[in-house]
């Protein structure tokens, strides 16, 4: 289990705008309408006792992300969510990722739908 008694900090990409070809229903489901979906990451890494900085390129996230227009389509968000935590993880500093997808356009009377996920490094 993560712990939360060590310190640690914490990386963060704010809802980054992407569209991605993504639903199961059928108005989802044309090539020409992408989905826009907002996606935030956090990125844990813990500190040692002297609190130094520990290095995280979250550019790696941002880059593939910027992939999912060109991805095929894809029925769920929870393989979205998988795949962008497995690139998280390819950072050997991360200890642990959040990741949170939300389609805001999805019901007329919510302001998005979607799903949040935390994961811990294995091992």
């Given amino acids: 289990m993560w712990d939360w008694s060590r310190n640690y900090i914490r990386i963060t990409l704010r809802n980054v705008q992407v569209e991605v070809k993504l639903g199961l229903h059928p108005w989802e489901r044309h090539p020409e309408r992408p989905t826009r979906l907002l996606v935030s990451v956090d990125l844990f890494a813990y500190q040692d006792a002297q609190n130094r900085r520990v290095p995280i390129n979250y550019d790696l996230v941002r880059r ?20 962008l935590i497995e690139v998280c993880f390819q950072d050997p500093n991360v200890d642990a990722c959040r990741v949170e997808l ?14 949040e996920v935390y994961r811990r490094r294995e091992g």
């Fill in 64 to 83: 593939f992300l910027q992939t999912w227009k060109d991805r095929p389509h894809t029925d769920l968000l929870e393989e979205l969510a998988e795949d």
């Fill in 102 to 115: 939300i389609k805001p356009d999805i019901f007329n009377e919510a302001e998005g739908a979607g799903i």
